[in-house]
């Protein structure tokens, strides 16, 4: 009786799929507008209402704009106690409860792309029959892309071995429109399969877009299958191809995709149920690479790209900076929406002091030599923590007795402190650990209520840095540290680079001691990876496609307690501040509890 009920519900809410709004966010739904109650049968005729369909996958694209899944690893806390990431971490990760699904918005997307790729050849995109051809490739190259990125962000989320932990699954693969007659009950297709339709969309996307959206000046740089159809003139490529629609999904944006895709599909927790190895995860991130000439192209301010007012000021619509990818559109300088300062300010600067970051990151910066904080060459003296640090640990954290906004104080997280920023000084918006967010913070930021003041942000999908750590951390797996395969660089070379750009002496005598040793570049690797890409959504998924061994995976979360002594002086002691309940089934997210209650052909991962 359940399951009849469950299918005419789903039936019905496929039903009110056509008469969507086309425009709107995913909570509208289930939610048509009145006025807006139309079926297909005008898309053919109305370009911008067909558009809409594949604009909703942008609207629910698979990413964060602001550090949300930090606070559940061993990089932070949150000093919100309804926080769902704290919950999870902390015991509560179930299949009906879990912060990190990406079930149904994935799926929804999937659906208005696969209803929009079954009609898009049928659209009369434009009267000039030149551009309703660039038209048409154009929007089937960003749905294909689109598609993939929205199978990534459910692979990512809900791929994991059966109970038997014999077949890794992924997800159904649903490459067609699902209507009120299709049957829903579909047993989810191997991590393999939904691989091959990933790729398949990607080389797809790969054959319909350009690299990048730009103008052209010069009419012999349109491609040759628009030249051969009669476009000679650059303003006709540029009225579909043009700078009008940066922004949006290009093939250098795809081709990053690819490379995330085969890192996830080579590592440790994956690698056994693909065919995907890590020369082709680094032959991938390469190919993004070389397009800024390898290692030259990291950029100098990229681990700051969160900051650099000129470069954000300046930046044109769509345009991106050298170190960005993919990012979102840039925020308005309205004084009431800095959501990354209101969250993540201590409260002596009018914020909420969120994300809390733990004394296990903190110790993972090295020391400004280079050498881990546990090297005695690291100099390293636990009663003047800070002092002689990589400059990155002061770029990204709030430490004791530092600014956060540069029209302010200085933020005291001692015990000492008179203000609500000290540690555990009152709960829901003083720090936990001894530490507020400085990243993805601007500190021109003023939150006083009497003087406030906005600034411009944005928040970057897919960063260099990012491709650049895949690369290393695939090329040394593949071919040792100072291996390059078919390339010109190698591991090394790209950890050099980085740590050289973020302040570290380019003789660099730690990577020195480590560049024979791909056990040792690993671990090097990977600490990189966790300072670099720190509160931007990746850790918690890196922990567990890497498999750490559970016992570091449910490591406790340490926080530093700063007294003062009679004498003036400073004592520092590490203290306990939550500790982590992980499973060891919790290397992979579960399906949804519903969908299993809903579907018998549907199998849970092991262990859920």
Not at 232 to 237: C, L, P
Not at 567 to 588: A, C, H, W
């Amino acid at each position: 009786m359940i399951m009849k009920i469950e299918i005419k519900v789903m039936r019905n809410i496929l039903k009110l799929l056509v008469f969507i709004p086309l425009l709107t966010a995913c909570g509208d739904f289930f939610t048509p507008a009145n006025e807006n109650i139309r079926d297909l049968s005008p898309i053919y005729k109305e370009p911008q209402y067909a558009q809409g369909l594949m604009l909703n996958a942008y609207n629910l694209l698979p990413y964060s704009n602001t550090s949300v899944s930090d606070v559940a690893t061993d990089d932070a806390v949150s000093n919100d106690i309804g926080n769902a990431y704290l919950k999870m971490a902390t015991g509560s990760w179930t299949s009906f409860v879990d912060p990190m699904t990406q079930w149904q918005p994935r799926k929804n997307a999937i659906q208005y792309l696969n209803i929009f790729l079954q009609n898009v050849d049928s659209v009369n995109w434009a009267s000039d029959a030149k551009a309703k051809i660039m038209f048409r490739d154009r929007l089937k190259g960003e749905a294909y892309a689109l598609r993939a990125v929205q199978m990534f962000g459910l692979l990512q989320a809900h791929g994991g071995w059966n109970s038997a932990k014999t077949k890794l699954l992924g997800v159904p693969i649903i490459t067609k429109p699902e209507s009120i007659t299709s049957d829903f009950n579909q047993p989810r297709n191997t991590f393999q399969e939904c691989l091959d339709i990933i790729y398949s969309d990607i080389t797809n996307a790969l054959n319909l877009l350009p690299v990048d959206f730009g103008d052209l000046t010069d009419a012999t740089l349109i491609p040759a299958k628009y030249q051969a159809i009669g476009v000679t003139n650059t303003s006709d490529y540029n009225r579909v191809f043009g700078s009008i629609v940066r922004g949006r999904i290009t093939g250098r944006i795809i081709e990053a995709i690819r490379a995330q895709v085969s890192l996830l599909a080579a590592s440790p927790a994956y690698s056994a149920g693909t065919t995907v190895n890590w020369t082709k995860a680094a032959d991938d991130a390469a190919i993004v690479l070389d397009r800024i000439n390898n290692v030259s192209g990291i950029q100098s301010i990229g681990n700051t790209w969160y900051l650099n007012a000129d470069e954000i000021t300046n930046l044109a619509s769509g345009a991106t900076p050298a170190e960005i990818i993919w990012r979102t559109d840039k925020g308005n300088t309205n004084n009431d929406q800095q959501p990354s300062e209101t969250d993540n300010y201590p409260p002596s600067v009018f914020g909420k002091g969120r994300v809390n970051p733990s004394q296990n990151l903190v110790d993972a910066f090295p020391a400004a030599n280079g050498y881990p904080i546990s090297d005695p060459l690291s100099n390293y003296n636990p009663q003047n923590p800070y002092n002689g640090r990589d400059p990155r640990l002061a770029k990204y954290i709030v430490l004791n007795e530092s600014k956060q906004a540069s029209t302010n104080g200085t933020i005291i997280t001692g015990t000492y402190g008179t203000t609500t920023d000290a540690l555990n000084k009152q709960s829901g918006s003083s720090t936990r650990t001894g530490y507020y967010l400085r990243k993805t913070t601007r500190p021109d930021v003023n939150l006083d209520p009497s003087a406030r003041s906005g600034q411009v942000h944005y928040y970057a999908r897919i960063r260099y840095t990012e491709l650049f750590l895949d690369y290393a951390e695939a090329a040394n797996e593949a071919w040792g540290p100072q291996g390059k395969g078919t390339h010109t660089y190698s591991a090394y070379d790209v950890v050099k680079a980085i740590r050289n750009r973020a302040g570290i002496p380019a003789a660099d005598p730690y990577l020195e001691s480590v560049k024979n040793d791909a056990v040792a570049m690993r671990a090097l690797i990977r600490n990189e990876r966790r300072l670099e890409l720190c509160f931007e959504n990746k850790r918690f998924y890196d922990l567990r496609r890497w498999k750490v061994d559970l016992t570091a995976l449910n490591q406790p979360v340490y926080g530093m307690q700063i007294d003062k002594n009679t004498d003036g002086t400073l004592k520092y002691t590490q203290i306990p501040v939550e500790v982590r309940t992980y499973k060891d089934y919790m290397y992979y997210g579960p399906v949804p509890y519903s969908e299993i209650l809903k579907w018998s052909l549907l199998e849970q991962n092991n262990g859920w």
